[in-house]
């Protein structure tokens, strides 16, 4: 079985500051995918970053970077110098090779920019 | 431009009338599958399919169907609505349920009453 659990349903940050997204994860899937979607106010899911459970590096795509602790399962998303328009919600996701594994989603984070 | 389609975007319906939301990628995506979003619950998976003719519940399948006789299309019935279903759908696919992100549709914002 698979589940994801993402314990901030909301966080305040500051303009510019750098945030951390918590995500941890279960799984029994020996190789499995990690993966970061934003929901803005506008309802569209936008991709923003994944991580393969056999990747050593941590992933990375210019502001956002993947903190991947597999012995943890613990997979958090780093947005460094927020902006405005980084307010949306969160999703964490995982998806795994077995016959009975699928994509699923935790509950989100919403998080909110201070000017 | 690779796209999921999905329609309607919002539609509002009356307690047991048949409805369906279509889905179409046009990706050549073997996997498609589709979500609810309740406040506060996140997304959670409906059906899912991971080929033509493979259909598999997800989390909350109850008072849902799908069908996936060609591979780009995955619409999902709700053959009696209820309130409780009230809710924003979304359609997804993707190449690889591991390595390769989920591509969605716009959304299906639906309102039973």
């Known amino acids: 079985a698979q589940k994801i659990t993402q314990t901030q349903p909301g966080m305040f940050v500051q303009e510019k500051e750098a945030v951390t997204l918590d995500c941890t994860y279960d799984t029994s899937d020996q190789s499995y995918g990690l993966f970061w979607y934003k929901q803005p106010s506008s309802g569209e899911m936008i991709f923003l970053i994944y991580?393969?459970?056999?990747?050593?590096q941590n992933a990375t795509e210019g502001r956002y970077s993947l903190n991947f602790q597999k012995a943890r399962k613990s997979a958090n998303l780093v947005i460094s110098a927020s902006q405005l328009g980084d307010s949306a919600m969160y999703f964490c996701a995982t998806g795994g090779y077995s016959s009975a594994s699928k994509i699923i989603f935790g509950s989100g984070t919403r998080l909110s920019i201070r000017p | 431009e690779a796209q999921v389609t999905q329609n309607p975007r919002y539609l509002i319906t009356v307690t047991g009338k048949k409805l369906t939301v279509t889905c179409s990628q046009n990706m050549n995506h073997e996997y498609m599958s589709w979500y609810r979003q309740d406040p506060g619950l996140g997304l959670r998976q409906i059906y899912y399919s991971m080929n033509v003719e493979v259909t598999d519940k997800g989390d909350v399948p109850e008072g849902y169907k799908v069908s996936r006789k060609e591979k780009r299309n995955f619409p999902l019935i709700l053959e009696s609505p209820s309130p409780n279903q009230t809710s924003l759908y979304f359609c997804a696919s993707s190449a690889d349920r591991v390595g390769e992100k989920l591509f969605f549709g716009s959304g299906t914002q639906l309102s039973v009453l």
């Open positions: 991580q393969g459970s056999y990747d050593e």
